[in-house]
């Protein structure tokens, strides 16, 4: 099993990064694939990015590439989303969330997910 808490959302403006992190614990960490979501109001969950179990591939959505980069540090059992450029359409409840299934698009195929944290783009 895999417990996670995100951490480092806040307020910025647009054009500032944030730095998203997502501390787990559980000794199947190493061998989950790791996924970022978002979900801004009145709109559905969408996928944000993800990242292998061996960190050596990692996946995003189209509107976020070139400005997000996810990595992992197996050692301190933690993800990062790390946010440059940031636009107000960024602006969501960001969550992450583990899965050991390679469908690493679709939420329902995560077993565990944070509590989310708030990441607000001012203009």
């Known amino acids: 099993q895999v417990q996670l808490v995100e951490s480092g959302g806040g307020l910025v403006q647009a054009g500032g990064s944030l730095r998203l992190s997502c501390a787990a614990s559980?000794?199947?960490?190493?061998?989950?694939?790791m996924g970022w979501f978002r979900q801004a109001p009145g709109k559905e969950r969408e996928f944000v990015a993800a990242?292998?179990?061996?960190?050596?591939?990692?996946f995003y959505t189209d509107s976020v590439k070139g400005r997000f980069t996810t990595s992992r540090d197996d050692a301190k059992n933690t993800v990062y989303l790390q946010m440059n450029k940031l636009k107000p359409e960024d602006t969501a409840v960001y969550y992450c969330?583990?899965?050991?299934?390679?469908?690493?698009?679709?939420?329902?195929?995560?077993?565990?997910w944070g509590q989310g944290t708030q990441v607000t783009v001012s203009s």
């Open positions: 990242i292998s179990w061996s960190g050596r591939s990692t």
């Open positions: 559980g000794d199947t960490f190493s061998r989950s694939q």
């Open positions: 969330a583990a899965t050991y299934s390679d469908d690493y698009l679709s939420a329902h195929e995560y077993d565990y």
